[in-house]
């Protein structure tokens, strides 16, 4: 399986708190997040790992170009308007069966990703979805699930959901022609993307990740600590 992870953002909440490094580099658990993401990646078996990043954040990108001794790391330096943007940069490299990708400031356990990633290299369906029951984002997108956990719909409003989207894509290759013409279409969200994904037929289930977090805020990193560490 391939990974990848976006992070061609520019962190502008972090520094208009203070927060003087790149998103990127936040450290969680001692080290940068880039780097506990992409070697929580290869011990999951991650074939190749492609990587956005802005090429405005130097220290990111010379972080990733050791690193890159060391991992299999396809890394594409470009900023991009909208992650969905991203994605689609990442697509070329991201093979043409199951892969999986987030964003670089989703924290969350290593041990829920890794039964994650294990049950998608096994699974028949198009895609397993990870979902929080921690509402943590300003702007939440809500997961309808049925008594099986298949998503039944991605929404902007609660009404009977309990989980919402954690940010994590476990997809097979198809998923990227539906990216394709979405980006073609004009659309920029990500919630657009995978609303189309259940519109083109596939079938998507939701996997409970635990507790997530998004480190948007120096508030966020504590929290991000301690589910780290679960």
Known sequence: MRFGI???????????EGFSQPKPLVPICGMPMIERLARIMNSCGAE???????????ETVSLLRVLSAELPIDLVVKKTPTPM?????????????????TTVDTVFSESRFRTMTDEFSKTSFDGLMGVTSLIDDEKPLYVGVDSEMMVTGFLDSQDD????????????????KVLES????????????????????????????????????VSDVARAQEIARL
Not at 6 to 16: N, Q, Y
């Open 48 to 58: 190749r790992i492609a990587i956005i990043v802005n090429g405005e954040n130097a």
């Open 85 to 101: 943007h991203s994605l689609m940069e990442l697509a070329p490299y991201l093979g043409d069966d199951r892969f999986c990708v």
């Open 161 to 176: 959901c309990r989980y919402v989207s954690a940010g994590i894509y476990a997809l097979k290759a198809p998923a990227l």
């Open 6 to 16: 976006i992070s061609a953002g520019e962190g502008s909440r972090l520094a208009s």
């Open 182 to 217: 979405c980006v073609k279409s004009g659309q920029v969200r990500m919630r657009y993307f995978q609303r189309q994904l259940l519109e083109a037929g596939m079938r998507l289930k939701a996997f409970d990740m635990g507790q997530v977090v998004d480190v948007d805020h």
